[in-house]
């Protein structure tokens, strides 16, 4: 007959106290219960039963065993004490006395602070040799109540004492039988709940560190369900098991340096656990059970088949305190990077200070914090060029990468047994600074002006506008705001606090450069203002009246992010002149045509990139605007922007652009004679990121292209030569992507944007100053400005008249908010009436 592993002593019939007696009475449970994954028997098996309390005085007690034991575990608290007035440690409170059957005794003296303790105790007080009857625990995964939202993010918490704590004595005589224990006061009073004897060759709470365990799911429909609520889940009874987390899937085809898509599915899945050699460990699948298996079988090696649905298998190999150093393959200097690492089974391993998965691997809107980056499947960490933490024995994945004029360095090391040291290189193929291009993300939310720095200066960034702005009922960024730049020692890298001002239906702008806040920043309710928020001012009321107005008069830049939309009011500040540049953010036909519809009416609109960065799935910089600053000027903030308001600017998603026409620069506008002419035009793009075709593009059209990719080490290379006939006023941009310009490859970053690139226009004038129109569009935007007058007058919500003083102080709101857009109507009208066209 197999002896059970672990017998509780029933103790019912020397119980003396009630349950109420005790302190936190309401945390305690009597009869069978299992602590640890341990059973024990506290009092009588009825509801109300007592346990055995002692006080000086009180006559000894005991409790025949009759029988063997490797431990004897004691669920006991300390019920009086004198340690929180300044009292001494270590006072005996207790002595269990063990008389074995061959009359031998071992006398076992309780300790305040050390086996024993009070409950509950203060914080920072429990005993150093006993465990607190709740086991450590992992918080809520998927769901929670919002006042632990940033609690949240630990993960796991401290599990506590509800009413004991346990001590666990290894009995140096395992072989020979227990007669009796006997359980007497050394003075202070105690209760002991109960006491189990351990039979199994193991410490009954484990202390080992946790191990990688990969959880596979053979059965296709169980491997398919999606990670999340429902998905897998692992449980262990006599340890504990870490969430698991999905690793990468077999298919996945990575970008080196920019990650991979995200395995979504329950299966393949690896997890740590740390666990008593006789701990059963289950996984679920929708919540039932589908398969359990003992972790000595686990950590065993080789593959356990838990049950014809889920195999389990150690993938741990050891792993060793590592100091990594990333250097500058040709100066030998350390160089600001990211970095990921992985194991050969694809379990993430993150310098220390950083997390291997984000946020518990959920959504990270507004959650960017840490100084790490989530691209699909993999997870980096930004470093000054150096970091250390733990990583796995054997081969590791390394993934390093630095923006866009570094080639990433995607390769396997090894990691031997006592390897505390690695070095790794990276290869700078362009120096864009050194070509007078310095490249800046238009659109940041959420970092701080230190963080700012530290990720650009990992992707290589020379700029970031950091912006402020309302988000419903929240605002952000606010306390970042100083109205100057923050620059860093070497000056390569500039971080200015600005803000961006929103309005849901109208649209957004934001305002560079500013050296004051311009107020309201959100308008007209949510999402972007307040429940039941009024229209306070619209865009181009704002451009007009105070937004870009007060930001030029700063010496501030305006630009119209994420066109076209809110596709709103874009039409009324274009019409009226107020934008300095256009940005886009996301990829596709509609927003490319929108840019171009503009450009084809005449319109000078200077092109930048943002990435509108709110998550940590987002690297800042990822599309980012390149400003060509001439010799004569030093980079700075402010010659940052003056180059790029005149459009001497590129918009890289990872590829490099150049674009000559005729010698000219992007922004520049090329000058011909009344007849026009033929021009040389020269494009070339570099890229470290998938890039299959460069084209030239005339109003919008497609005039010439190139699949003719080179490869040039760990880059890629396509050149462009066209001579171009020019007969009328014109405008000559050039872009990159590919296999087909909207077909290009994506990021596994939160909104998948395309790898592409794009000039701003290099404009051609003939026979005069530089102007083109087009019939269409100029309906289009008086559509769109009477669309937006009608959604103020009919829609938007507002302050009964005479009831507030508005910020802009006049007495008339309504014609405040309308003003700017029968100026833009005027402007329209204007060119429509020279065309001969009726409105």
Same mark, same amino acid.
């Given at each position: 007959?197999?002896?059970?592993?672990?017998?509780?002593?029933?103790?019912?019939?020397?119980?003396?106290?009630?349950?109420?007696?005790?302190?936190?009475?309401?945390?305690?449970?009597?009869?069978?219960?299992?602590?640890?994954?341990?059973?024990?028997?506290?009092?009588?098996?009825?509801? !109300? +039963? /007592?346990?055995? &309390? #002692? @006080?000086?005085? *009180?006559?000894?007690? =005991?409790?025949?065993?009759?029988?063997?034991?490797?431990?004897?575990?004691?669920?006991?608290?300390?019920?009086?004490?004198?340690?929180?007035?300044?009292?001494?440690?270590?006072?005996?409170?207790?002595?269990?006395?063990?008389?074995?059957?061959?009359?031998?005794?071992?006398?076992?003296?309780?300790?305040?602070?050390?086996?024993?303790?009070?409950?509950?105790?203060?914080?920072?007080?429990?005993?150093?040799?006993?465990?607190?009857?709740?086991?450590?625990?992992?918080?809520?995964?998927?769901?929670?109540?919002? !006042? +632990? /939202?940033?609690? &949240? #993010? @630990?993960?796991? *918490?401290?599990?506590? =004492?509800?009413?004991?704590?346990?001590?666990?004595?290894?009995?140096?005589?395992?072989?020979?039988?227990?007669?009796?224990?006997?359980?007497?006061?050394?003075?202070?009073?105690?209760?002991?709940?109960?006491?189990?004897?351990?039979?199994?060759?193991?410490?009954?709470?484990?202390?080992?560190?946790?191990?990688?365990?990969?959880?596979?799911?053979?059965?296709?429909?169980?491997?398919?369900?999606?990670?999340?609520?429902?998905?897998?889940?692992?449980?262990?009874?006599?340890?504990?098991?870490?969430?698991?987390?999905?690793?990468?899937?077999?298919?996945?085809?990575?970008?080196?340096?920019?990650?991979?898509?995200?395995?979504?599915?329950?299966?393949?899945?690896?997890?740590?656990?740390?666990?008593?050699?006789?701990?059963?460990?289950?996984?679920?699948?929708?919540?039932?059970?589908?398969?359990?298996?003992?972790?000595?079988?686990?950590?065993?090696?080789?593959?356990?088949?838990?049950?014809?649905?889920?195999?389990?298998?150690?993938?741990?190999?050891?792993?060793?305190?590592?100091?990594?150093?990333?250097?500058?393959?040709?100066?030998?200097?350390?160089?600001?990077?990211?970095?990921?690492?992985?194991?050969?089974?694809?379990?993430?391993?993150?310098?220390?200070?950083?997390?291997?998965?984000?946020?518990?691997?959920?959504?990270?809107?507004?959650?960017?914090?840490?100084?790490?980056?989530?691209?699909?499947?993999?997870?980096?960490?930004?470093?000054?060029?150096?970091?250390?933490?733990?990583?796995?024995?054997?081969?590791?994945?390394?993934?390093?990468?630095?923006?866009?004029?570094?080639?990433?360095?995607?390769?396997?090391?090894?990691?031997?047994?006592?390897?505390?040291?690695?070095?790794?290189?990276?290869?700078?193929?362009?120096?864009?600074?050194?070509?007078?291009?310095?490249?800046?993300?238009?659109?940041?939310?959420?970092?701080?002006?230190?963080?700012?720095?530290?990720?650009?200066?990992?992707?290589?960034?020379?700029?970031?506008?950091?912006?402020?702005?309302?988000?419903?009922?929240?605002?952000?960024?606010?306390?970042?705001?100083?109205?100057?730049?923050?620059?860093?020692?070497?000056?390569?890298?500039?971080?200015?606090?600005?803000?961006?001002?929103?309005?849901?239906?109208?649209?957004?702008?934001?305002?560079?450069?500013?050296?004051?806040?311009?107020?309201?920043?959100?308008?007209?309710?949510?999402?972007?203002?307040?429940?039941?928020?009024?229209?306070?001012?619209?865009?181009?009321?704002?451009?007009?009246?105070?937004?870009?107005?007060?930001?030029?008069?700063?010496?501030?830049?305006?630009?119209?992010?994420?066109?076209?939309?809110?596709?709103?009011?874009?039409?009324?500040?274009?019409?009226?002149?107020?934008?300095?540049?256009?940005?886009?953010?996301?990829?596709?036909?509609?927003?490319?045509?929108?840019?171009?519809?503009?450009?084809?009416?005449?319109?000078?609109?200077?092109?930048?990139?943002?990435?509108?960065?709110?998550?940590?799935?987002?690297?800042?910089?990822?599309?980012?605007?390149?400003?060509?600053?001439?010799?004569?000027?030093?980079?700075?903030?402010?010659?940052?922007?003056?180059?790029?308001?005149?459009?001497?600017?590129?918009?890289?998603?990872?590829?490099?652009?150049?674009?000559?026409?005729?010698?000219?620069?992007?922004?520049?506008?090329?000058?011909?004679?009344?007849?026009?002419?033929?021009?040389?035009?020269?494009?070339?793009?570099?890229?470290?990121?998938?890039?299959?075709?460069?084209?030239?593009?005339?109003?919008?059209?497609?005039?010439?292209?190139?699949?003719?990719?080179?490869?040039?080490?760990?880059?890629?290379?396509?050149?462009?030569?066209?001579?171009?006939?020019?007969?009328?006023?014109?405008?000559?941009?050039?872009?990159?992507?590919?296999?087909?310009?909207?077909?290009?490859?994506?990021?596994?970053?939160?909104?998948?944007?395309?790898?592409?690139?794009?000039?701003?226009?290099?404009?051609?004038?003939?026979?005069?100053?530089?102007?083109?129109?087009?019939?269409?569009?100029?309906?289009?935007?008086?559509?769109?400005?009477?669309?937006?007058?009608?959604?103020?007058?009919?829609?938007?919500?507002?302050?009964?008249?005479?009831?507030?003083?508005?910020?802009?102080?006049?007495?008339?709101?309504?014609?405040?908010?309308?003003?700017?857009?029968?100026?833009?109507?005027?402007?329209?009208?204007?060119?429509?009436?020279?065309?001969?066209?009726?409105?």
């Amino acid at each position: 007959m197999t002896t059970p592993e672990y017998i509780p002593l029933d103790l019912a019939p020397f119980a003396n106290a009630g349950l109420a007696d005790l302190p936190q009475a309401e945390r305690l449970r009597c009869g069978e219960i299992n602590l640890h994954g341990i059973p024990f028997r506290i009092g009588a098996k009825q509801e !109300g +039963g /007592a346990v055995l &309390r #002692l @006080t000086g005085g *009180d006559a000894p007690v =005991t409790v025949p065993v009759a029988t063997t034991a490797r431990y004897l575990i004691f669920a006991h608290r300390q019920i009086s004490s004198q340690l929180l007035e300044n009292g001494p440690v270590g006072v005996p409170v207790a002595h269990y006395r063990v008389r074995y059957s061959d009359g031998a005794e071992a006398l076992l003296t309780i300790r305040e602070r050390f086996e024993i303790a009070t409950v509950p105790s203060d914080w920072g007080q429990s005993p150093f040799l006993a465990l607190n009857d709740q086991p450590d625990y992992l918080l809520p995964r998927w769901e929670g109540a919002w !006042g +632990g /939202a940033g609690e &949240r #993010l @630990t993960d796991a *918490d401290l599990g506590g =004492t509800d009413a004991w704590y346990l001590w666990p004595w290894p009995n140096p005589r395992p072989e020979e039988p227990i007669a009796s224990l006997t359980i007497s006061s050394a003075g202070p009073a105690f209760a002991l709940g109960g006491i189990t004897l351990g039979h199994l060759d193991e410490e009954p709470f484990n202390r080992d560190a946790g191990r990688l365990v990969r959880v596979t799911l053979p059965q296709a429909d169980d491997a398919a369900t999606p990670h999340g609520p429902g998905g897998l889940e692992v449980s262990v009874d006599r340890g504990l098991a870490y969430y698991p987390y999905p690793l990468p899937a077999a298919d996945a085809q990575p970008i080196p340096g920019f990650g991979e898509p995200p395995n979504t599915a329950s299966s393949p899945q690896y997890l740590e656990i740390a666990a008593a050699p006789s701990a059963t460990v289950r996984v679920s699948l929708g919540g039932a059970e589908i398969g359990a298996a003992r972790w000595r079988d686990i950590e065993a090696g080789g593959l356990v088949v838990a049950s014809p649905r889920v195999h389990l298998e150690l993938i741990d190999s050891g792993r060793n305190w590592v100091r990594t150093t990333v250097l500058d393959a040709d100066s030998g200097e350390r160089v600001p990077c990211r970095v990921h690492f992985r194991s050969a089974q694809g379990v993430p391993f993150a310098p220390h200070g950083h997390h291997a998965v984000l946020n518990g691997g959920m959504d990270t809107w507004h959650v960017d914090v840490g100084g790490d980056l989530r691209m699909g499947q993999s997870t980096y960490a930004y470093i000054d060029g150096s970091c250390e933490g733990w990583l796995p024995r054997g081969e590791v994945r390394v993934d390093v990468a630095r923006g866009f004029e570094y080639e990433p360095l995607q390769t396997t090391v090894t990691i031997a047994p006592g390897q505390q040291e690695l070095t790794l290189r990276l290869k700078r193929f362009r120096d864009m600074n050194a070509e007078r291009w310095f490249s800046g993300d238009t659109h940041v939310h959420f970092l701080s002006t230190v963080g700012s720095q530290t990720e650009a200066r990992g992707e290589d960034l020379n700029v970031v506008n950091l912006l402020m702005s309302q988000w419903g009922h929240l605002f952000t960024n606010t306390e970042e705001f100083t109205g100057e730049p923050h620059v860093s020692r070497d000056g390569k890298t500039i971080v200015y606090a600005t803000q961006e001002n929103r309005q849901h239906m109208l649209g957004h702008m934001t305002l560079l450069g500013l050296t004051e806040q311009i107020a309201p920043w959100g308008s007209g309710g949510p999402s972007e203002a307040e429940l039941a928020g009024t229209l306070e001012t619209t865009m181009a009321a704002s451009t007009m009246a105070a937004w870009a107005d007060e930001a030029h008069r700063q010496g501030g830049t305006v630009i119209l992010p994420h066109l076209p939309t809110p596709n709103g009011e874009p039409a009324a500040l274009i019409a009226t002149g107020r934008v300095d540049a256009v940005e886009m953010i996301r990829f596709g036909a509609y927003m490319h045509n929108e840019y171009y519809r503009y450009l084809n009416n005449g319109y000078r609109l200077q092109l930048v990139g943002g990435t509108d960065k709110m998550s940590a799935e987002v690297p800042v910089g990822l599309y980012r605007t390149y400003v060509h600053i001439p010799d004569d000027e030093e980079f700075s903030y402010a010659s940052w922007l003056r180059n790029l308001r005149r459009g001497r600017t590129t918009l890289s998603g990872g590829p490099l652009i150049d674009l000559r026409v005729a010698g000219h620069l992007p922004g520049d506008t090329l000058a011909l004679s009344g007849n026009g002419g033929t021009v040389e035009v020269l494009a070339e793009v570099q890229s470290v990121v998938p890039v299959q075709r460069l084209e030239l593009v005339q109003q919008g059209r497609v005039i010439a292209a190139t699949d003719a990719v080179e490869q040039v080490g760990g880059h890629t290379r396509l050149r462009l030569r066209e001579n171009v006939r020019v007969d009328s006023h014109s405008w000559i941009a050039a872009r990159a992507g590919g296999p087909g310009y909207y077909d290009s490859q994506r990021y596994p970053d939160t909104w998948t944007r395309g790898i592409v690139a794009h000039t701003s226009p290099v404009y051609i004038s003939v026979g005069g100053e530089w102007d083109l129109v087009d019939p269409g569009t100029l309906t289009y935007m008086e559509t769109l400005v009477q669309g937006s007058l009608a959604f103020i007058r009919t829609r938007a919500r507002r302050h009964r008249p005479g009831t507030v003083t508005h910020r802009h102080g006049e007495a008339d709101h309504a014609a405040f908010l309308e003003r700017p857009f029968l100026e833009a109507l005027d402007a329209i009208h204007r060119r429509m009436h020279a065309l001969g066209l009726e409105h």
